[in-house]
């Protein structure tokens, strides 16, 4: 090629493709716009919440919950229309966050499931009620992980890492080890909506910034607070097979039927990666906390505290993904273990005989 | 101390010596300035997550300790897109960037690379390792160095927060590319592009290309300027990189030692010899290369003395790591002046600029900046380097797994593969001998050693088999190592073949050499020894 001829494609070609790109890029922002301004259909779930928090446009807004509880009348500054569309996006987001009861995941959801690995990550499985548990009488259970109480008490000093992690940052963790995917960007409408949504949870329950709650994060287990007995992988696979495996299936990979998750993976393809804190041998206080406060549904509180350590130590040691810190040969370890470990324990399972510590603690 | 004091007063001596006699060197100087400022910031803000001072400082005292040190004309350090790219990715997951933790943990990592390149410098066999690091490596992990810096400059190119915490970097580039598309802001995404396009146009031509950077960057910051006048700084949300007048002349600073920081000083020890290894891979690399394009030679042991003490020095001046620079190395030779003098003065003209127009320096928008990291990096992806190692089978290996390990594991993972890989590649040269057989004559090139005995020893049995008298001709080895003699030294004890010894090779390649075509009196003669070399070799 001649040599003007060659500088002039060096120049026309990349300049082309960046030209192509920018048209792509105000095409993709027009769309977003579109889907910010279009009306929101909620969940089920979320109709009833929303309702029952009586989000409405408006100048100024007053909580019916707090009312009932306190008597106060508390008056806050109101939501603009858009903000209750960001608001009514993050509760779908949080509620449904595969979009499996949207019609268009990308345009109702933002496509959040890019984001997760595996068909049953979602932001409930671990903070129940849409983020927003009440018991029967309407108290926020201890433990509940309420994101209205991780919104006040976010941008604090996190312990476990050191560092002082914005909200944003915490949801990173979310995506990145509780769900093993990846990290949406920081501005992303994914985050941004599920931020105004915890915020709008924050204000409706009359939580104040800065303060503990109890109903924030897990209320911890740690040794300590056992009969020291030890944990103990035994017991805990006993367990998991008296009170986990119905719902949860014989190798805790989750249960879907007809297409709607019964019970999110606790092991596997689909589960929390290596890295999570859910992991025991990570932090060995929280998978527990969790299992006492929150599990079995309908019947909360009810594993002692060294029941729920065994529980999480066993769960712990069932193969899952490791996490992108632990570098490319524990991925490919872990990978070979979620491939071999189920049809060995299949195998097992079928020529086994019930032992006898079964038939011994079987009351 | 001594042999330091020694060193420095002949480095001085060689500077002195090289005093320009013309003022064309300070028009060169005024350009590496130039050229070097816009990357110092770029580096520093995009790659490393410090301050914009730190790479500015790096290019002040960075490239005139380096100039005072290394004897080389061509060489100059400064701030260096690897090294800053490797600080960001070792220091993200202990700190918050631009935090005052993070910028002592910064210093304190430069301290550190420092002092083990010190340890490369004092013990010379490690030193000498770093030459055993073949082109093919290196120019595998340039290239995939060059991929990174494009990622990496993304999300900031399109003006969205960067991304921290640790993650794959294909799919985080994947993600920001998308978010860019789908929610980056548009003005920010307009200043990088045309800081992108003018750079590239002005590239094509050779007497704009030196100029090519400041250009677009000039014209990013205007077009930036413009959108702020029109628009206002609130609609237009670009970031600038700011406040520029905290510069002096010196800025001392301390790395951190305290005792809280001691698990974070632990945890970046690998990354620490990551970014030594890194540094004195791209310096002895880019000594080697541009010295043989000057037409002279520089002892790579005096380009890890000037890194080594330069890096010692510079976390005490708030400054990054230096190593040297391809880009600015091959800019100085195409000025076509090579003078340490030259290369000083671009340093003190780099003060005076920011001394006198930081104001100026602070309205240039980051979408410029990493516009101008993504330009930097495309250039290190260079077709003419990447070819002839796509010739040769396993140059092609070598340089794929160097360029692919970059990408899919981290920095530290690329240099343990590179030098893995460049040890495998000359071992697996040396197990290889060329070994034929000819008639009943075994010959053998290469070396004999315990690695290729296995190859010799499987050909020489096959020979055995099917021949009486089977000769090894070893004339043509260079090297028989203890294990190799053994083996020889067996076979002639076996009575089980016979030796053309290196005496008599030698003869016939001197006669090979001597024998002209159409010389049928010296052939005549070259056939009468070679018989008698062959009567000889039985008594052996």
């Known amino acids: 090629m001649p040599k003007p001829a060659a500088k002039l494609a060096k120049i026309a070609l990349p300049a082309l493709v960046l030209g192509g790109l920018y048209l792509v890029a105000i095409q993709e922002h027009v769309q977003r716009e579109h889907i910010r301004d279009a009306a929101v259909a909620l969940t089920p779930r979320c109709i009833e919440k929303l309702e029952g928090y009586a989000l409405a446009p408006g100048k100024r807004y007053e909580s019916p919950y707090v009312l009932q509880r306190t008597g106060a009348r508390i008056a806050l500054r109101g939501y603009s229309e858009e903000d209750v569309r960001a608001i009514q996006r993050g509760c779908n987001i949080v509620d449904d966050t595969q979009g499996r009861f949207a019609q268009d995941p990308y345009a109702e959801r933002w496509n959040a499931k890019r984001f997760l690995r595996g068909s049953h990550a979602a932001c409930s499985n671990c903070h129940r009620g849409i983020g927003d548990r009440h018991d029967a009488a309407g108290n926020r259970p201890q433990g509940s992980l309420h994101l209205g109480a ?10 476990f890492t050191g560092l002082l992690l914005p909200y944003e940052f915490r949801q990173f963790q979310c995506y990145m080890n509780a769900s093993n995917g990846y990290k949406p960007n920081i501005a992303d409408d994914v985050i941004r909506d599920v931020t105004a949504y915890t915020r709008f949870l924050s204000a409706a329950v009359d939580m104040k910034i800065a303060n503990h709650y109890e109903e924030q994060g897990i209320d911890e287990i740690a040794a300590s607070a056992t009969l020291k007995q030890g944990d103990d992988y035994v017991r805990g696979e006993w367990l998991y097979k008296q009170k986990c495996q119905q719902c949860h299936g014989p190798q805790a990979f989750g249960q879907e039927v007809s297409g709607r998750l019964v019970a999110p993976a606790l092991a596997g393809r689909n589960a929390w990666n290596l890295q999570s804190r859910n992991n025991f041998y990570f932090v060995s206080t929280i998978l527990a906390g969790f299992i006492c406060r929150n599990m079995p549904p309908g019947r909360e509180n009810t594993l002692d505290n060294q029941e729920c350590r065994d529980l999480a130590f066993y769960i712990s040691n069932l193969p899952r993904p490791a996490g992108d810190k632990q570098g490319p040969l524990v991925a490919v370890q872990q990978q070979l273990l979620m491939a071999v470990m189920p049809p060995l324990l299949r195998l097992g399972a079928s020529s086994k005989t019930p032992g006898p510590l079964s038939r011994g603690n079987g009351e | 101390m001594k042999a330091l004091a020694l060193a420095l007063r002949s480095h001085a001596f060689l500077l002195w010596e090289q005093w320009p006699k013309s003022s064309g060197h300070l028009l060169v100087g005024l350009t590496l300035a130039l050229v070097t400022l816009p990357q110092a910031v770029a580096f520093s803000v995009t790659l490393a997550g410090v301050p914009p001072h730190f790479g500015i400082y790096a290019a002040i005292w960075g490239v005139l300790f380096c100039a005072l040190l290394n004897p080389s004309p061509v060489f100059q350090g400064g701030p260096n897109t690897a090294m800053s790219a490797a600080m960001g990715v070792i220091l993200l997951p202990t700190s918050a960037p631009f935090g005052t933790e ?4 910064a210093l304190t990592l430069g301290l550190m690379c420092g002092l083990i390149q010190l340890l490369f410098w004092l013990i010379r066999p490690l030193g000498r390792m770093l030459d055993l690091i073949s082109e093919p490596v290196i120019n595998g992990m340039i290239c995939g160095i060059g991929l ?13 927060p960067v991304n921290t915490e640790v993650e794959w970097p294909l799919w985080i580039a994947w993600q920001s590319f998308l978010a860019i598309l789908e929610i980056g802001n548009l003005h920010a995404i307009e200043i990088g592009l045309i800081t992108l396009i003018t750079c590239a146009v002005l590239q094509q031509f050779d007497r704009l290309r030196n100029w090519a950077i400041l250009i677009g960057v000039a014209a990013g910051t205007l077009y930036s300027q413009y959108l702020n006048a029109t628009l206002g700084l609130q609609n237009t949300l670009v970031e600038e990189i700011g406040n520029l007048s905290s510069i002096r002349v010196v800025s001392p600073s301390l790395p951190l030692f305290t005792q809280e920081a001691v698990p974070d000083v632990i945890a ?12 004195l891979f791209q310096t002895v690399a880019a000594m080697r290369r541009m010295s043989r394009k000057a037409g002279g030679f520089t002892d790579s042991r005096k380009a890890i003395f000037a890194d080594a003490v330069s890096n010692c020095l510079l976390p005490f001046l708030s400054s990054l790591p230096t190593c040297a620079s391809f880009n600015r190395m091959w800019l100085v030779h195409k000025l076509g002046i090579h003078s340490r003098i030259t290369i000083a003065s671009s340093a003190i003209i780099l003060l005076l600029l920011v001394l006198f127009f930081a104001k100026v320096i602070a309205i240039i928008p980051m979408p410029a900046m990493a516009a101008v990291i993504m330009l930097l990096g495309a250039n290190m992806l260079n077709w003419e380097d990447i070819k002839p190692h796509l010739k040769n089978r396993r140059e092609a290996v070598v340089f794929t797994a160097s360029f692919l390990s970059v990408l899919f594991l981290d920095l530290f993972g690329a240099v343990i593969v590179g030098s893995v890989l460049a040890i495998a590649y000359s071992k697996w040269e040396q197990v290889n001998p060329n070994v034929s057989l000819r008639g009943n ?8 050693y315990y690695g290729s005995l296995p190859v010799i020893e499987s050909m020489y049995h096959r020979a055995i088999s099917r021949l009486e008298d089977v000769i090894i001709d070893f004339s043509e080895c260079y090297y028989i190592d203890e294990e190799g003699i053994r083996w020889l030294a067996a076979l002639k004890a076996g009575q089980k ?20 075509p159409g010389s049928g009196e010296r052939r005549g003669e070259s056939r009468r020894r070679r018989k008698q070399d062959r009567r000889r070799r039985t008594d052996i």
């Open chain 1, 150 to 159: 991780s919104w006040v008490m976010g941008d604090m000093y996190d312990r």
């Open chain 2, 102 to 105: 993070y910028m002592g943990l």
């Open chain 2, 148 to 160: 990174f810096l494009i990622f990496r400059s993304l999300t900031t190119f399109g003006g969205l």
């Open chain 2, 268 to 279: 970046i020890v690998p990354g620490a010899v990551t970014l030594a290894l890194l540094g």
């Open chain 2, 441 to 448: 004559v075994l010959k053998i090139r290469g070396n004999i």
């Open chain 2, 497 to 516: 073949a016979a030796f053309v010894d290196r005496r008599s090779g030698r003869d016939r390649r001197d006669d090979e050499a001597t024998e002209t």
